[in-house]
């Protein structure tokens, strides 16, 4: 019978998420809704030394701003819980009590002293099938010395017993069959008496058998980790139900090669966060993508091409075509280089996608910080006609600023070149047609102007920039009568009038 697909994205809460782990998690979540399957999150904080506080918090905070939502959560529980490592230490005791029990671990008690000595002594010192025959374990010590010591509280590890000369095979959807030999893997800790936890193989492991998980979607750094999980796999008997892996390629950073870091997104100027993160020992901010005005869904729309391709020329998918379209075998083997000004053109898109009002909404802050209230209506309006020229919402103000503050000063350069003596006349002309004008709109305005410049033959390109000038301060902006038109009849006129008065025609005239 095939097994509802079930996966899992397992992070350690040792900081906040990389950009990296947002597109596994991703590549989670799409895999899983087109097998029609389930999406977990599992906080895996076995390590408390580098537990970090606050760190499972932004991890679903950074998902509910993607809105990737999770079936199964540490918040929102589930049948196979609890979802946090740390609140499932008795279940990974009984599963290190079962591997005991079956001969395929032990129990090895040797002090960091003895193991120093023993790493100082043989260069490249692996605890393995040859030198476990030398060290002080459950192997090795009497039945009785064993029990003496437990007995009297010494504490110890549990190792993995792993059998030399044996070929273990990982079998990836990505990479293919990757064939280790046993012989290279160490006797790794699965479980530590001090803390009475396990650590991240057993736990994980135990946890993706325990939870159902089909198919282990993880980065590739978990690569070599792999052969081992196979191998606790086989040493618990749950070989027919061990999960499909698959490791996706690393995010390299844009220029040269290796690994996406911090320092590369400081360095040219990008977040690798999806969320601002605070350091609460250092007080350092690193940049998120949420404060930096990125839209939730061109960010997944960005991360879901960085590793896989859809084998067409469509670039904007939205969750649902994702969903659809996905698969591993456009997954790339090799890593997937960071393209900052694409993430910048994907915001473009999708401010271009968002409606109006929503826009408007975001960009009340803006407006308030620079103390303007105005009606939202207004405001929507004003964006429909500037979005197509920004990236950021928090760029419309420097396209529109004049749409809500009339201009206090007229870009010089363009007053030498258009300012001319006829200027002031032209324009007080002008102030008596659009006077006239009872419909003002764009349309009615533009046949109306037209006309009055086509009958006194004035140069077209003069006046409307000098009209421009007046009325926006520098030559820039969408369509004149647009402006004008949003604007009003009254405004319109009263900055042509302030014009007129406050800029000096240029000496050469
Ligand atoms: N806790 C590991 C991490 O931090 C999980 C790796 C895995 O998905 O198996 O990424």
Redesign the pocket.
Known sequence: MSRRTRV?????P?GPLHIG?VR?ALYNYLFSKQQGGDFILRI?DTDSARFVPGAEEYIQEAFDWLGLPYDESPSKGGKFGPYRQSERKDIYKKYVGQLLENGTAYMAFDTPEELNAKRNETPNFQYDATTRLHMRNSLTLPAEAVEELIGNGTQYVVRIKIEPRIDITVNDLIRGEVVINSSVLDDKVIYKSADELPT?HLA?VVD?HLMEITH????EE?LP?APLHVWLYRSFGWEDTMPQFVHLPLLLKPEGNGKLSKRDGDRLGFPVFPLEWKDRQSGEVSSGYRESGYLPQAVVNFLALLGWNPGTEQEIFSLYELVNAFSFDRCSKSGAKFDFEKAKWFNHKYIQKTPDDILAEMFKPVLTENNISCGQEYVAKVIGLVKERVNFVKELWGQASFFFIAPTSYDEKAVKKRWKKETPAQLTELISVLQEIDDFSSENQEKTVMQWIETNNYPLGNVMNTFRLAVVGECKGPHMFDISALIGKQETIGRLRKAIQEVPVAESD
């Open positions: 899992r994205f397992a992070p350690s040792t782990g596994t895996e991240y994980n993706d282990v979607i993880r980065g978990w980790s």
